[in-house]
């Protein structure tokens, strides 16, 4: 990424910030602002401004700080301030999410600004990009300071998200845009801080809808996973916010994961809380958290046995013990199963779920097919439901995240000079990496696909004989046997593990793999890996469906922390990250270390 330096900005503050840009995912050119020591160091705070606002209001917030030992950073969000785009709208909330993770990759680029030595402060709705991040990207932060997260937004209309979402339905792709109801007087005591927000022409007053919808959904998720976050996290809360509600922050807070974490409620503050009246004291419970992160270290523990206890095993053990008789949820899942067990055999899918298991690679090849078919024409209507549901959306999002990513692993290898050698240790047919061979062809280019099923075998040669791929070969083999995997030859310098180790809840057949394919890889070879650090309908997959082997679907979900680190335990540098809209599936590149 690129990064343009400006000319300084006028200001008699010892805080002069320096102008800059980066560039997004998609493109975008996007501002910030840096407040720079005059000495060079290592540590950062990164703020991230309320909705609607800009980096520009954060001037008197790092000058009341007064943090001068740090290099501190503060972005204008797409849509906001000086980065351009409609004001108030970005694609969906993931794609805000994903920004965060794109802007702090930057600073590791540009400046040197490592994450294990990074302090997050941000305020709003943009505390709630920030614990998504957190959440999603699992990165190794020092802490994070929340102010006034807006986990729930205070609407005062009846059913308005429902309406959001059916104006949205029927304007389809259109932007469409809801002009806030808050005055600078709903924000802070503070008259002058009130004059200087209504004067700024730099806030944006409106926000899209889309946006508002995925942020109240991703924060339900947010509070329902807070368990899955380990980052050292301060949240400050107003006690008379006009603009957000208090008491999802405390179920948020209650739920939190984080060995270390601190709430303190300022009972007469409204919702700007770094701009209130007398915000020296909240200024003051950052300033010492934020110090207290970089003094003590507070940074999240490796996860390498969340198999043996902890917060992912309780939920297992929960899904594995029937629920009791009385309960209307475990009525409602037996009518759930012998629905798709009668009727919903009429959809091919069901059907093909049924006899192979809904995880198996036969199931899977299916949904990345997403055809429906089934007899009559009620059979193809429930089939159509059946490739629709959130889980089978996300596994197809995931599909193209793992193109992505594959291709750019087999690019970094073309661009060292060598010849790209692909293993996917448990491809099933391997439908994704047979298009991603075909799309980048080249006498460079070959591919070994393994599996332990003979059928999933089968059904990957017919499809390279149908598509004329010919630099592929299948083979079996054991995802897990250290040994036959170390003995790959030629030696990989890519490989691939999609789909499999979530389907296993233990840690040591994984530790195992990564070891056989640690010793396979050559140095400096990638890997790419997936993950389903959330999934909404766990409790209803391990209840209704079974998997390969006939028995209940149950799965241990991993966080994205518990399975990066057990990637970096077993030799690898993790490069990028991929998720989907609903946070469900994640595929991220990795590099292996020298021996």
């Known amino acids: ?56 209001r954060v001037q008197d917030i790092v000058e009341a700080l007064a943090l001068r030992d740090l290099a501190i950073f503060a972005w204008d969000a797409r849509g906001h301030g000086r980065t351009p785009g409609p004001r108030g709208y970005a694609p969906s909330f993931a794609t805000v999410i994903n920004d965060v993770e794109v802007f702090i990759r930057h600073l590791g680029l540009a400046h040197q600004m490592r994450p294990e030595q990074m302090v997050i402060l941000a305020q709003s709705v943009g505390a709630v990009s920030v614990a998504a991040w957190a959440h999603d990207y699992a990165p190794r932060i020092r802490g994070m300071v929340l102010a006034a997260p807006a986990f729930e937004i205070k609407l005062y209309v009846p059913l308005a998200i429902p309406s959001l979402r059916l104006l949205l339905k029927v304007r389809g792709h259109r932007q469409t845009f809801i002009k806030s109801y808050v005055r600078p007087k709903m924000l802070t005591h503070d008259q002058e801080q009130a004059r200087r927000y209504e004067a700024d022409d730099l806030i944006a007053k409106s926000i899209a809808a889309n946006v508002l919808v995925d942020l109240h959904d991703t924060s339900k998720r947010l509070i329902a996973d807070a368990g899955a976050i380990q980052t050292p996290t301060l949240l400050l809360s107003a006690g008379a916010d006009w603009v957000v509600k208090l008491a999802p922050q405390r179920r948020f807070f209650e739920r939190l994961g984080a060995p270390f974490k601190r709430m303190k409620v300022f009972p007469r503050m409204y919702h700007d809380l770094l701009h209130e009246q007398d915000r020296s004291a909240v200024l003051d419970e950052a300033r010492a958290f934020i110090q207290e992160a970089f003094d003590r270290d507070l940074a999240p523990q490796e996860l390498l046995a969340p198999d043996r206890s902890g917060y992912t095993l309780n939920e297992y053990d929960r899904l594995t013990e029937p629920l009791p008789w009385h309960s209307a949820r475990r009525w409602a899942y037996r009518i759930q199963q012998a629905g798709m067990r009668t009727v919903g055999r009429l959809s091919e899918g069901v059907r093909l779920g049924w006899r192979t298991g809904f995880d198996s690679g036969q199931t899977l090849d299916y949904v990345y097919e997403n055809r429906p078919r089934g007899a009559l024409l009620l059979g193809r209507w429930i089939d159509r439901g059946y490739l629709n549901s959130i889980g089978w959306r996300g596994i197809r999002k995931r599909r193209i995240n793992l193109e992505k990513l594959l291709a750019e692993a087999i690019g970094l290898v073309r661009a060292s000079g060598q010849p790209v050698r692909l293993v996917d240790i448990a491809a099933g047919p391997g439908r994704y990496v047979l298009k991603t061979l075909e799309r980048l062809a080249g006498p460079d280019l070959s591919a070994v696909l393994r599996d332990n099923v003979e059928a999933n075998l089968q059904a990957g040669r017919q499809l390279a004989l149908d598509w004329g791929i010919s630099n592929v070969t299948f083979q079996a083999g054991d995802a897990f046997d250290e040994e036959s995997l170390a003995a790959l030859d030629p030696a990989p310098n890519i490989a691939v593990v999609s789909g499999l180790y979530e389907l296993f809840p233990d840690n040591d057949p994984i530790r195992r793999s990564l070891r056989g394919l640690f010793r396979a890889l050559s140095p400096g070879g990638y890997l790419v890996y997936t993950c389903q650090p959330w999934h909404p309908q766990v409790e209803m997959i391990g209840r209704v469906l079974v998997n ?48």
Do not use: C, N
Request: proline share 5%; glycine share 6%; hydrophobic share 40%.
């Open 1 to 56: 990424m690129s990064v343009t330096r400006f000319a300084t900005v006028g200001d008699d503050s010892e805080f002069v910030p320096s102008e800059h840009t980066a560039v997004l995912a998609d493109g975008t050119s996007l501002f910030y602002r840096a407040w720079l020591p005059q000495h060079p160091t290592a540590r950062s705070l990164v703020i991230f401004h309320r909705g609607h606002e800009h980096s520009g």
């Open 548 to 595: 390969r082997e006939g028995q209940p679907w149950i799965m241990r979900r991993r966080t994205q922390q518990e399975m990066d680190d057990l990637i970096r335990v077993a030799g690898f540098e993790k490069l990028a990250q991929e998720i989907d809209p609903w946070g469900i599936f994640t595929v991220s590149l990795a590099r292996r270390a020298a021996r």
